[in-house]
């Protein structure tokens, strides 16, 4: 593993159903965080971790929910996906240090139908 | 909590012209103003940053400019190519994590 990676690339999801999406990173960093990407509106912040075993709200976090058990882990987790949530979604770290570049995972595509 | 407005949201330029792309940000606290690009199907990349205790910062053929006062801040590209092409994102913040982007700004330089 080299930066911060995620999965699944994409992903097909029935609506109601509950979806996991996987990020690790190993950089040691201790800030992470999840966003949506939607044509027009940019990247909006879900969630975010500042250290392992604490996370937060972010801008859009209704519907979704994060854990942070140990640093290289963050996993965004929809209970039951709806057909709003279709977005791309980047995972993203940062040394977490002060105000630093926050590196990007490749991004999942997910569509709910 | 922050808002970031980005203008324009395409911009078509000549190979070879200079690009500019503005943004203003509503917090007068946030010190720190990353741009991002990404290509296409790519993850953002971190192409130059400002903090707001400087007012300009220049990279080879890109610029960043910022004006506290006026709570705005400007991405200059200068003799633009083909591969500038991809869309650029402003992003502002205070916290490490708040950081609020811009709508992005859809760059194609024509060759």
């Known amino acids: 593993i080299a930066g911060i990676t995620q999965a699944p690339t994409s992903q097909i999801l029935a609506a109601g159903r509950r979806m996991t999406l996987r990020c690790t990173q190993d950089?040691?960093?201790?800030?992470m965080y999840w966003y949506r990407q939607d044509l027009g509106l940019g990247l909006r912040l879900i969630h975010y971790s500042n250290t392992a075993g604490t996370t937060g709200k972010g801008e859009v976090p209704d519907g979704y929910s994060v854990s942070r058990a140990n640093t290289d882990d963050f996993p965004l987790t929809l209970a039951s996906a709806v057909p709003s949530q279709t977005s791309v979604y980047f995972c993203a770290s940062s040394p977490g240090t002060g105000l630093t570049e926050a590196f990007f995972g490749q991004g999942t595509r997910l569509t709910v139908v | 909590g922050e808002n970031v407005e980005q203008h324009p949201s395409t911009l078509s330029v000549q190979e070879g012209d200079s690009a500019v792309i503005k943004c203003t940000y509503s917090?007068?606290?946030?010190?720190?103003f990353p741009w991002y690009k990404q290509e296409l199907g790519k993850r953002p990349q971190l192409i130059i940053d400002?903090?707001?205790?400087?007012g300009e910062k220049k990279d080879q053929r890109i610029a960043v400019t910022l004006n506290k006062t006026a709570k705005h801040f400007s991405l200059h590209i200068t003799e633009t190519q083909p591969e500038d092409s991809a869309v650029y994102f402003c992003a502002a913040s205070w916290k490490v994590n708040d950081m609020r982007f811009g709508a992005g700004t859809r760059l194609t330089v024509k060759p």
């Open positions: 400002i903090r707001s205790n400087v």
């Open positions: 917090d007068s606290a946030s010190n720190y």
């Open positions: 950089m040691r960093h201790n800030a």
